[in-house]
């Protein structure tokens, strides 16, 4: 699979899988990632989910 | 002016053709007035209706940009007006129906609920796509709303009545026009538009009028014919459904426009939760992305509020589709579907299954999702909630023998589950080969255009046949 590749577009994962790995996300890099102005395509490839977590976690280490 | 009617196929050709001959600048202009006057032959008493709405997104989109006030706040505004609307039009007579049978549960008289103010038609489509827009606009994902785009949007004609419901991020750009024509918008919407009728005029309502027959108040059906109506619905509403959506996606291929799929093979879902990913995927990508993960992500999918929300949203998807208990209690069954799929991954997630029981599993939740869904659809269909307990009674609990139709029914019936069978595999196997390059290998040009010519004939034909069983697209009434 490469980082551009669609996941959740091509039916790979659904938003489901979104939500707990942005639960398993914020566990190991303790973070907190504010989801209220998300969607899923924002994490729809490995691209843009790094993207998107950069831009919406707040650290709280 | 339904898809379906003569008078579409003399209204159709006459816009595309003079579409393509105005100058690019004019042309967002003119389908601005083709989708009003479209929508006139439908409503004329409310034309003006996607229009205000329009003005009231626009100026509030304005706002939230602005920053005048936070965002957060004109946005609730925005979809409170849009909800309220809505409400007024559509939910109106329900909701003061519940409340005339509470007063008179408490002891007070019953109020008259009789209302001859009709729902604008494609209210709930247009309704949801403004709702979207404002939302799109407060997390900045569409850029500074202008007029006549937003206008050009709500009023764009193929989908103005009922979907495919599309993102203004994705059909805004492509209001610009700045493509040349193609020939492949022509015969690609052509191709489309003709096997949308045929879908929905030999298909679906062929099997209406024994649907509607087998789904008369007071009518006592066996069990071989309530599993048989039922089926019969599930496929009615299918083809009915997809064939006005593969004529919306052909009517706006013809002007360059692509539209996203609404349908993908939904009978061949593997499960509950897949039969919606495939099945009027452009509401549920809505349901997705504006309720269920706004919802959930507060919870990050932990279980009891995910399988809470899971009934309480798809109940109010069924309220979407009509103001009657029937249509929530076929979300809420959708719902109570999905959390016991869910149930079951949760439980077997990280579990070791053997070969043998997975292979089990998969067959039994196709089965499940099969039957599931098409018990559920006695809701959608019944008149009212005592019809449908009738009919599952028949269904799941007493067995009676015999059948009430004609055997053509019982035929019919059968060979359209035959061809949802094998659908994806006639498809897929058609999909291989790019359809230009397919016709190439096999014919020479002037073979490939009598071929594509008799397609055409055949279809427009057996339209004509079928046109006298005028029956409505289901989805238009919502």
Redesign the interface.
Known sequence: MRDEDALISAGLIDSLAILRMIAQLEQQLGTSIATDSLQPDDFDTIELIVETVGRASKSSR | MAFNSYTYLVFLPVAVYVFWQLPKSWRPAYLLIVGAAYYTTWTSSFVILPLSLAVLVYVLSQLILAGSKPARAWLRIGIALVLLNLGFFKYRVFLLDFLSLAASSLGSSPFDVTSSLAAPVGISFYSFACIAYLIDT????VGKPSFPSLSAFLYFWPNLIAGPIVRARELIPQLRFDKKFEFHFLVGGVDRFIWGLVQKNVFANSLAVWVDEGFQPGRTVSTLDAWFLAVAFGLQIYFDFSGYTYMAIGSAQLVGIKLPENFRFPYHASNP?DFW?RWHMTLTRWI??YL???V???F??APVP?YLSLIGIMSLVGLWHGAGWPFIIWGALHGLFMVCF?VFETYHQGREICPAAQKFWTIFWRAFTLVAVTGAWVAFRAHDVPQACTIWKSMFLTFSSGGGFAPRFYMATLLLVLLCAGEPYLVGRLQKVDAAQRERQFLPLPARITTRFLLYCGGLLLFMIFSQRGVQFIYSQF
């Open positions: 407060a997390q900045g994902r939760s990913s997705r992305d269920f993960f706004p959930n992500a507060r990050r999918g995910l869910r």
